[in-house]
């Protein structure tokens, strides 16, 4: 039995809207955290002009590998196993970075590896595309969202919600300018960058 996520299956077709004006010119995607696959495996199959690259931390590569071989159409890749805080990614010359739900999972350095990764792997006039929860000017955008930074925050004090300015200056300091913030289902963003 491979690992479900309801949240994927929900918000697959509002990414999906995103991706395909975002990525229309784009020919590689580096999916960080890629989890259960689902996305992965999406997104691949409807958009085949796209070499889809999965990745994730080494104990979840075998349940994503199983649902990759299973379901995957020609352009997705095998998964790579991928650390973010490791400065010696396996990728360059990526045209689009895609994470979703992962910076409010990773500890504060963490994200700042994940910035200076994708600074390192994305090609000039490449995008960044990152989904998820965020605050802005250190505010919560609804009270669920405060619910579930509580509850990130009490499982593990170093995850969290970040806030919007600190991610952006992050990916600023890599070249990187804000081309669109979408407002995504369930009190979620989708936030384009691009080189």
């Not at 992965?40 to 979840?60: I, K």
């Not at 994305?122 to 955008?141: E, I, K, N, Q, S």
Request: include cysteine.
């Amino acid at each position: 039995m491979l690992p479900h996520s309801e949240a994927c299956e929900r918000n697959k077709e509002p990414i999906l809207a995103i991706l395909r004006a975002a990525l229309s010119e784009a020919t590689s995607v580096l999916e960080i955290g890629s989890g259960t696959g689902q996305h992965a495996v999406h997104f691949a199959r409807r958009l085949p002009h796209l070499d889809w690259q999965p990745t994730d931390r080494g104990e979840y590569l075998p349940s994503l590998a199983t649902r990759i071989a299973l379901e995957g159409p020609p352009n997705l890749r095998s998964p790579v196993e991928l650390d973010v805080n490791h400065a010696g990614w396996p990728f360059a010359g990526m045209d689009a970075v895609f994470s979703a739900n992962t910076l409010h999972i990773l500890s504060w350095p963490s994200v700042e590896a994940f910035f200076a990764g994708v600074g390192r792997v994305l090609v000039p006039g490449g995008r960044l595309l990152v989904y998820g929860p965020f605050r802005y000017g250190g505010a919560f955008t609804t009270g669920s969202n405060a619910a579930f930074d509580a509850d990130l925050r009490a499982r593990d004090p170093a995850s969290g919600v970040r806030d919007f300015e600190a991610v952006d200056a992050l990916a600023r300091a890599q070249g990187l300018s804000l081309e669109a913030d979408h407002a995504m289902p369930a009190n979620n963003q989708l936030l384009l960058w691009r080189r």
